[in-house]
């Protein structure tokens, strides 16, 4: 199998997490560039990351990849042992999905020079820290996003809050977590875990190039 794979993604972090965890013999590949003809013609979306099975067949999506090695691979899993366990696992990747990144997602897009709004960027932490706030109430204690063990919402969560903990100094916003305790807690407690601090690691040497520091 082959991982269409870009270090410093949120998305692309949270498989490789997986494929680390269960030792998985998958190969990284760049994409040829993004939402490309080139690579469009390989995966329909055009989005990273794309997993591309043994018989061709392309599957996009981090969170679908990330089930699909669940259900192929099942030891060691990274879903928790019960359902409310996993559905809270499955809560937090989706809060990082739908609430954190999109509120993020213009600053990032001004760092890398692209056309924003003002009011878009003016929108941004105002949006972020509502996401925070509910994360917050929901997110589990003891190091862990879900289940009180690592699972792939430690993968979506650990690297989307690298993004927060990254670029909101960069506008004026030193200490983004500091209202949100639990939150706060966790992010202090998960780079110990050496399979996150590994996917983070590689995620802060892409946005070294990226972002210049």
């Known amino acids: 199998m082959k991982l269409y794979n870009n270090n ?32 469009r013609s390989i995966n329909p979306t055009g989005k990273i990351p794309a997993l591309e099975l ?10 679908v990849i990330c089930e699909y090695l669940e259900d ?5 899993t990274l879903r928790p042992a019960t359902a409310q366990g996993r559905a809270q696992a499955r809560l937090i990747a989706r809060m990082s999905d739908l609430y954190i990144m999109p509120a993020i ?4 897009f001004k760092l890398f020079g692209r056309e924003v709004s003002p009011q878009a960027v003016a929108e941004a932490i105002p949006s972020l820290n509502i996401a925070l706030k509910d ?45 949100y305790p ?17 996917i983070l690691g590689e995620m802060q040497a892409g946005m070294k190039v990226a972002f210049g520091g």
């Not at 043994?54 to 969170?63: A, K, Q, R, Y």
């Not at 997602?105 to 990032?108: A, C, K, M, Q, T």
């Not at 862990?144 to 506008?171: C, E, K, M, N, W």
């Open 105 to 108: 997602r213009p600053l990032i």
């Open 182 to 198: 639990k939150v706060s807690a966790y992010w202090n407690a998960i780079g110990k875990d050496p399979q996150i601090a590994k």
């Open 135 to 179: 994360l917050n109430a929901l997110i589990g204690e003891g190091g862990y996003a879900a289940g009180g063990q690592l699972t792939h919402a430690d993968g979506a969560l650990a690297a989307s809050l690298l993004f927060v903990s990254a670029i909101l100094p960069r506008f004026d916003a030193p200490k983004p977590f500091d209202a």
């Open 54 to 63: 043994d018989d061709g067949t392309i599957l996009p999506e981090s969170e």
């Open 8 to 39: 410093l993604s949120p998305y692309t972090a949270r498989v490789r997490l997986l494929i680390n965890v269960k030792g998985l013999n998958i190969e990284m590949a760049d994409p040829p560039g993004f939402r490309t003809d080139a690579y």
């Open 72 to 76: 192929m691979f099942p030891a060691p």
